[in-house]
């Protein structure tokens, strides 16, 4: 028997089991193929709720569905906390439990870790969690009026067009409420430029002049000062605020650093074609766990696992792997509430976004539907994302 074993059963995770288990079903039934996704939750949650929860577009109950219910009924679901990985003897350990495996993929993407700023934890907001959505959600329903500071305060993170989507959802928000003539809206960011694409940082730097929102450039955060309400730079600079959108500094999870499995900021060094963990070649990293030059975005991770699929299929019928990744990723930026345009991009050919329009934004509602049917399924990966 061949056994492919799943650790984190998040978009890429569960898009790898899914598919696998669509293409090798008749395996899978006579008991040739086991395949088994190990996760310390028993909840999928998609995460680009994160962002809208706080402007009343998305809900709680859009965000969460049981893990259990995404995956096939050929797939074993074990909700175990992975302690330790080690790959020379192909073995995870579990709380409960100790597995083998003949494939192993990682999918233990990415987390916020805000012991890196001082004083950012209680400094301010952020929407990284569910919880500190609907936190974020409240202070922005209450706030009339004073400096609302979005601010990157560390490299890489999740969803790198976020903080700037944030910052044009405020300006549309208040906009829409009467209030924003009352409101300074400030964007903080660690780079010369809004963005680090450059053809897409020039027309998000216009969009932001044109709707008075600030930028503060090459702002690198050193502190947070709860008290004071202030945000201090390494360059010396301090910035005042009346409320702040933190977004915090991410690294790996826990248990791929203590696996050894880690660069130094906390990430797999992943093939950039092949998407094997370098050195090991039964051994797969997708999505937010990895070193990739890509954003670490759920369009990301569900190309990769396309890959990945295809190719653990190539291998156990015998045949050479026939994929190979693109660095091919695919990001919305909301410009407005009802506005949005989209990037389509991979190693070799830089984003050409299209203006800000009504079809873009109506695509990312759906798709924030379809997520569930159809992509978490594995029924397409890598389509309509």
């Known amino acids: 028997m061949k056994r492919i074993l799943v650790v984190g059963g998040g978009t890429g995770g569960t898009i790898v089991a899914n598919n696998l288990a669509h293409r090798l079903h ?125 601010a990157v305060t560390g490299i890489p993170f999740k969803c790198p067009t976020a903080p700037m989507e944030f910052a044009f959802l405020a300006d549309s928000y208040y906009s829409k409420l009467g209030v924003r003539d009352k409101i300074e809206l400030d964007y903080l960011y660690p780079l010369p430029r809004p963005f680090t694409i450059p053809n897409v940082a020039e027309q998000v730097q216009k969009l932001m002049d044109d709707r008075k929102i600030k930028t503060d450039l090459l702002f690198n955060v050193e502190s947070v ?33 203590v696996s050894g ?17 370098k050195g090991y070649d039964d051994v797969y990293a997708i999505g937010d766990a990895t070193d990739l030059p890509v954003s670490k975005a759920g369009s990301a991770a569900d190309f990769q696992a396309a890959v990945v699929s295809t190719n653990i299929w190539d291998n156990i019928n015998g045949f050479p792997p026939s994929l190979r990744y693109d660095g ?35 695509y990312k509602l759906v798709y924030n539907r379809m997520y569930w049917t159809v992509t978490a399924k594995g029924l397409l990966p890598g389509f309509g994302v």
Not at 79 to 101: A, G
Not at 338 to 359: K, M, R, W
């Open 225 to 257: 000062n709860p008290e004071k309400k202030e945000i201090t730079s390494i360059e010396g600079e301090t910035i005042k605020y009346d409320l702040a959108v933190l977004t915090p500094p991410h690294t790996g999870s826990e248990v791929v650093r």
């Open 26 to 150: 008749e395996k899978l039934v006579k008991g040739e193929i086991e395949i088994t996704v190990v996760d310390s939750s028993s909840l999928h949650v998609y995460q680009p709720a994160y962002l809208l929860i706080p402007f009343g577009i998305m809900h709680r109950n859009e965000a969460i569905r049981p893990e259990r219910d995404l995956l096939a009924e050929t797939i074993k679901f074990r909700q175990e906390r992975v302690n330790k990985i080690d790959v020379n003897n192909r073995l995870v350990k579990t709380d409960s439990s100790s597995l083998q495996y003949d494939f192993l993929v990682l999918a233990t993407g990415a987390q916020p870790d805000y012991s890196q700023v001082p004083g950012l934890e209680k400094g301010g907001y952020d929407f990284y969690t569910l919880e500190n959505a609907y936190k974020l959600r409240e202070a922005i329903g209450k706030f009339e009026g004073g400096r609302l500071v979005v």
């Open 328 to 362: 091919r990723v695919m990001c919305f930026i909301i410009t407005a509430i009802g506005e949005a345009t989209i990037l389509l991009f991979d190693y070799e050919h830089p984003p050409s976004p299209p203006p800000p329009n009504f079809a873009c934004y109506w």
């Open 261 to 277: 499995l880690t660069d130094k900021g906390g990430w797999i060094p992943t093939d950039r074609y092949t998407l094997h963990v």
